[in-house]
C-alpha cells in the first residue's frame, strides 16, 4: 500500500506541472490550426506514463527493492521495457512526426487548409476526437479511446503491484497504440480538403465567413439557398444577406465539389 501511494504521489508530481504548463501555454500540443493536437497529445501522455513507470520502479528498487541487485537478471523489473514499453510508445510517436509531415506538406501544396479558430467558445478535450470542422471523427475517437485504455490498463496494474517492477504485458500489447495510430495517419493522408468555416458575422446585412480552403471559386449558401459571393483581400467571403434577414441560419461553403460543415449562426439580438 506504502509503494502505491509513493507511485501516486510520484504521478502527480509529473502531471501537475505539466498540466499547468500547457494550461498557461497551450501551443506545445496545439497544431497548426490552434486546436488541440490529437498525436501530440497522446505522445506526450505516454511520455509522463513511461517516466512515471521508471522513476517509480528505481525509488522502489533503491530503497524498499533492495539496491541494485534488483533490478539484475532476465525476469528483472525492468525485463518488458524493449519488447512492450517502447513499442507502446513508438506507435503514438511514429503517427506524430508523420502526421506533422503529412500536414505539412498538404498545407503547402494547398491540398488542406489549417485556419485558425475565430470563436470563443471552446471544447479543447474535444478537438482530440473530432475533424477541423468540429464534428466527431470515427478514426480519431478511437484512436484516443483504445490509448485511454491501454494508459488505464498500465496504471491500474502498476498500481497492485508496485514491488513487481514494470507490469508483464502480453508483447502484442503495442498492437493496441500502433494499429490505431496507422489508421490515425491513413486518415490524415486520405482526408479531403473540404473547405472549413471558422467564424460567421453579419453586419449592415451582410454576410462575412471566415475560414480557409475556399478555393478559387466557392459559394455560400444559406439554409441550402446559394448567395452572390465575393472574396475580400483577407479571404474572406462575403455576402448579401435576404431581406428580411433571418435571426438564426445554418451557412455552408461549396468548393471545387467540396462541401464544409455546417456553421449555424444565431443573432445576438
Do not use: C
Not at 114 to 122: D, I, N, S
Amino acid at each position: 500500500m506504502t509503494s502505491a501511494l509513493f507511485a501516486l504521489a510520484l504521478l502527480a508530481a509529473l502531471t501537475g506541472p505539466i498540466a499547468l504548463r500547457l494550461l498557461r501555454h497551450p501551443g506545445f500540443v496545439t497544431g497548426r490550426d490552434g486546436r488541440l493536437s490529437t498525436s501530440t497529445t497522446l505522445a506526450l501522455a505516454w511520455t509522463v506514463i513511461l517516466v512515471w513507470l521508471l522513476l517509480a520502479t528505481l525509488g522502489y528498487g533503491l530503497t524498499a527493492g533492495g539496491g541494485v541487485d534488483w533490478f539484475q537478471g532476465p525476469e528483472g523489473p525492468l525485463s518488458s521495457l524493449t519488447t512492450v514499453y517502447l513499442p507502446l510508445l513508438g506507435g503514438p510517436y511514429a503517427a506524430l512526426i508523420a502526421a506533422k509531415a503529412v500536414v505539412g506538406m498538404r498545407v503547402e501544396r494547398g491540398s488542406m487548409a489549417k485556419p485558425a479558430p475565430k470563436g470563443t467558445e471552446r471544447r479543447p478535450m474535444h478537438d482530440l476526437i473530432s475533424n477541423d470542422g468540429g464534428r466527431t471523427d470515427l478514426v480519431d475517437l478511437q484512436y484516443v479511446a483504445l490509448s485511454a485504455v491501454t494508459m488505464l490498463y498500465v496504471v491500474a496494474f502498476f498500481l497492485t503491484d508496485v514491488g513487481g517492477g514494470l507490469p508483464k504485458l502480453p508483447a502484442e500489447m503495442w498492437a493496441l497504440t500502433g494499429a490505431p495510430a496507422g489508421a490515425y495517419l491513413v486518415n490524415k493522408m486520405a482526408t479531403r480538403a473540404n473547405p472549413v468555416i471558422t467564424h460567421v458575422s453579419v453586419t449592415e446585412g451582410l454576410l462575412a465567413v471566415e475560414g480557409g480552403g475556399f478555393g478559387d471559386d466557392p459559394r455560400v449558401e444559406l439554409d441550402g439557398t446559394a448567395l452572390a459571393t465575393s472574396a475580400d483581400p483577407t479571404g474572406a467571403l462575403t455576402a448579401p444577406l435576404p431581406t428580411p434577414a433571418p435571426a438564426a441560419f445554418t451557412v455552408v461553403v461549396t468548393t471545387r465539389g467540396l462541401r464544409s460543415d455546417p456553421y449555424r449562426y444565431t443573432s445576438a439580438a
